[in-house]
């Protein structure tokens, strides 16, 4: 088939009920973007909503807490509530605070309660690196050596995770598992579900990061039971380097006491009564811990505007449709440069990225950069390329996809050493 032409792309574009909202983001000038799994855009609104609360502390000073047109006060809880449409949870067992990282730490501290024989936690070695350090330095703020208490499952190809094999590993020592829900690496996409089904019936405690899947696909989490998941805003939520994180704890939990308290986990009435004895608030907000950080959570308001109006549902349709347009064009056209495609090829398994293996994958993405493309390097061999519903074009697929087959076949990128620059 040599039917992925310029006019296939610009008739797919024609007919992409989302395309309005690419003119609402900032786009690096002449510049495929790739990488908004990693850092979304900034767009017009997120813009506006910032500036809406800096105006706010000119005008008002401190009344801004309570005053201002956004008032800081009830800003996370706010955000929570937008949020809880794209996971399938009530607005009260979502918060926005931290980051994915302290919020593990402080979910850890909540939900890590070991006792008998259940001591151990289950991860995975795919991992993102930080979940790792979280969970090994709560192990060993219990007392236990994470060498043996920490159980991480294998994967057997190096790119992915069987759920045969995590569900065989919850034994009778298991009492928390954290896992991803879309592997960043390979774009795998757990089936959380059947995971948290095979959890419950053993008495273990579940959560998931969901930094890969949060703005990309849609989430059932109140009604899949999980008992707590984490996530950033700065990927696919488009809030801005360093945004604020967010939290899950469903609903069944909610009243548990926090593991990490702090002023802001008190319940709103109560807060200001000073009292040196928590009020803790009902809902996930209990999870907080001090003053939220305003500046790097307004954005987020105007971004989530633009997920409800677009909707997750057809969010997902289409980054299903720009994944599938991407693996289609490496089979069809690139099949001879030596690329290996990664992530799992049927559409309920995978996320919203794609993830090519290359021998030379770091001299790739570093010909593609120099070609205004932005991809992302995973050392060693991984190249992701994350199309953005919200913000990438079939044709801009296209030229990205033309270009990608110009560096290999002209063998462009063998000019540039297969190593990575300090930030990949
Ligand atoms: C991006 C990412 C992180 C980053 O954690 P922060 O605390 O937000 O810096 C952690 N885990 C996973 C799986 C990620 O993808």
């Given at each position: 088939m040599k039917g992925l032409t310029k006019d296939l792309a610009a008739k797919l574009d024609e007919h992409d009920p989302l395309q309005s909202f690419k003119t609402e983001f900032y786009l690096p000038k002449n510049t495929y973007y790739m990488d908004g799994n990693s850092l979304g855009l900034l767009?017009?609104?997120?813009?506006?909503?910032?500036?809406?609360?800096?105006?706010?502390?000119?005008?008002?000073?401190?009344?801004?807490?309570?005053?201002?047109?956004?008032?800081?006060?009830?800003?996370?809880?706010?955000?929570?509530?937008?949020?809880?449409?794209?996971?399938?949870?009530?607005?009260?067992?979502?918060?926005?605070?931290?980051?994915?990282?302290?919020?593990?730490?402080?979910?850890?501290?909540?939900?890590?309660?070991?006792?008998?024989?259940?001591?151990?936690?289950?991860?995975?070695?795919?991992?993102?690196?930080?979940?790792?350090?979280?969970?090994?330095?709560?192990?060993?703020?219990?007392?236990?050596?994470?060498?043996?208490?920490?159980?991480?499952?294998?994967?057997?190809?190096?790119?992915?995770?069987?759920?045969?094999?995590?569900?065989?590993?919850?034994?009778?020592?298991?009492?928390?598992?954290?896992?991803?829900?879309?592997?960043?690496?390979?774009?795998?996409?757990?089936?959380?579900?059947?995971?948290?089904?095979?959890?419950?019936?053993?008495?273990?405690?579940?959560?998931?990061?969901?930094?890969?899947?949060?703005?990309?696909?849609?989430?059932?989490?109140?009604?899949?039971?999980?008992?707590?998941?984490?996530?950033c805003t700065y990927k696919y939520l488009n809030s801005g380097p360093g945004g604020v994180g967010g939290l899950f704890v469903h609903e069944k939990h909610l009243g548990r006491k926090p593991g990490l308290a702090g002023w802001f986990s008190s319940n709103k009435n109560k807060q200001f009564d000073m009292d040196h004895s928590l009020t803790q608030a009902e809902s996930a907000g209990a999870f907080q811990i001090g003053t939220p950080h305003i500046l790097s959570s307004a954005p987020l308001i105007g971004s989530l505007e633009m997920f409800q109006e677009a909707g997750i549902e057809r969010i997902r349709e289409k980054s299903l449709q720009q994944t599938r347009y991407l693996i289609h064009f490496v089979k069809e056209e690139l099949s001879e440069f030596g690329f290996t495609i990664a992530n799992p090829e049927d559409d309920n398994r995978r996320g919203g990225h794609v993830s090519l293996i290359h021998e030379e994958a770091a001299s790739i993405c570093k010909a593609l950069k120099a070609q205004q493309i932005i991809p992302d390097f995973r050392a060693p061999n991984v190249i992701r390329l994350a199309p953005i519903a919200l913000y990438t074009s079939y044709s801009d697929l296209y030229q990205v996809m033309m270009i990608l087959k110009e560096i290999v076949q002209s063998g462009e990128y063998k000019q540039f050493k297969n190593e990575r620059d300090t930030i990949a």
């Open positions: 767009s017009k609104r997120a813009e506006q909503a910032l500036l809406t609360s800096l105006q706010d502390w000119k005008q008002l000073g401190i009344n801004g807490w309570t005053d201002g047109k956004e008032p800081w006060f009830y800003m996370s809880e706010k955000l929570g509530a937008m949020t809880a449409p794209l996971l399938g949870a009530k607005s009260e067992e979502v918060i926005n605070t931290g980051s994915i990282t302290t919020n593990i730490h402080q979910l850890l501290a909540t939900f890590y309660q070991p006792s008998g024989k259940k001591t151990k936690i289950l991860a995975d070695e795919l991992n993102f690196p930080s979940d790792i350090y979280a969970l090994k330095s709560q192990l060993e703020l219990h007392g236990y050596d994470p060498e043996e208490h920490l159980v991480q499952v294998e994967s057997l190809d190096g790119r992915t995770l069987s759920e045969d094999t995590i569900i065989n590993a919850m034994t009778e020592e298991v009492a928390l598992i954290l896992l991803p829900s879309v592997l960043y690496r390979s774009g795998q996409l757990l089936d959380m579900p059947a995971i948290t089904k095979a959890a419950h019936e053993r008495g273990i405690m579940v959560g998931f990061d969901l930094a890969h899947s949060i703005g990309a696909l849609p989430h059932q989490l109140h009604d899949w039971g999980i008992d707590f998941a984490v996530w």
